[in-house]
């Protein structure tokens, strides 16, 4: 019962610690764009979704031998969950562009599109008709309620001896000691996989530092982020490190250690004063 107690607290405070360690790069979700009005604006939407925070950037060109100009931060759409956009400005026949995002982690880079095979969009060419939206299954019919269990007779119903208890009481618990242990414990667990995590990013952060092509800003919050969960790290590491030791400190003080330990204490008047005697095991 203690240890199932101390298991279950340390999973549940280490759970939003374990849910930060994200190994899997940003999901992009694009419907390529086909065609745009000359003199105007590719409007490029997607859908975008990770576990940590991310960076996505459009990048383009304006023809296969053109050279990619500077990539756009793609913004929040607004009112819009998960979707961001930008708008590249239209010049000549054709625009090629591809998406990519990278999380601050340095789990990346997701696309859509690629630098050897951008997305091409025509310049004055027609928009392309919707598809057909496929109708919604009908919803399955809700199963009939189950029947109600006939009602017990008297005859039927086990009655307790008299004399007898429900149930045997049951031992002293030292609640707090294996919460506050508990809670050590997955703090701790937290604090070393934040560490860990801290040290993902700062390698990933380290190495995308080499590539000329990336935007100053992107790798600036890149950073921030690095050193936030390094921060993050030694706060869970130093608090669960304390709660630990007041766990271990409750253990000997909460009610419930002297009484486990079958300790045993009488006292009876003598001559002149009183005595005083102890007996038990430990």
């Known amino acids: ?10 999973a549940l405070l280490a759970a939003p610690a374990a849910r930060a360690v994200d190994n899997d790069a ?8 086909t065609s745009a009005t000359p003199g105007g604006f590719v409007k490029v939407l997607a859908k975008i979704t990770d576990e ?5 950037q459009v990048f383009y ?7 990619w100009e500077k990539p756009l931060d793609m913004k929040p759409v607004k009112g819009e969950p998960h ?3 930008a708008n590249i400005q239209t010049r000549g026949a054709t ?4 998406i990519e995002a990278y999380d601050e982690l340095g789990n990346g880079p997701g696309r859509a599109g690629s630098p050897e095979s951008p997305i091409r969009v025509g310049v004055g060419a027609p928009e392309p008709k919707p598809a057909a939206v496929a109708a919604a299954p009908a919803p399955a019919p809700a199963p009939a309620p189950a029947a109600a269990p006939p009602p017990m007779s008297q005859s039927n119903v086990r009655r307790a001896p008299l004399g007898a208890t429900s149930r045997a009481p049951e031992a002293p618990t030292r609640i707090w000691t294996w919460a506050v242990g508990g809670a050590g414990i997955g703090l701790l667990t937290g604090g070393l996989l934040a560490g860990l995590a801290a040290k993902t990013a700062g390698d990933a952060y380290n190495a995308r530092l080499k590539d ?31 709660l630990l030791a007041g766990g271990v400190a409750l253990y000997f003080f909460e009610p419930g250690f002297y009484t486990g330990s079958g300790v045993s204490v009488a006292a009876a008047p003598v001559e002149n004063g009183g005595a005083i005697a102890m007996a038990g095991h430990f």
């Open 95 to 98: 625009v090629e562009y591809y």
């Open 26 to 33: 940003p999901v992009i979700t694009h419907t390529p764009v």
């Open 52 to 56: 940590s925070k991310f960076f996505p």
């Open 83 to 85: 979707m961001f956009g």
């Open 61 to 67: 060109r304006y023809g296969a031998g053109d050279p």
């Open 1 to 10: 019962m203690r240890m199932l107690l101390a298991t279950a607290v340390a």
């Open 212 to 242: 000329q092509g990336n935007n100053p800003a992107t790798l600036q919050s890149q950073y921030d982020a690095a050193q936030g969960m390094g921060t993050k790290a030694t706060i869970l590491t130093i608090t669960g490190t304390v």
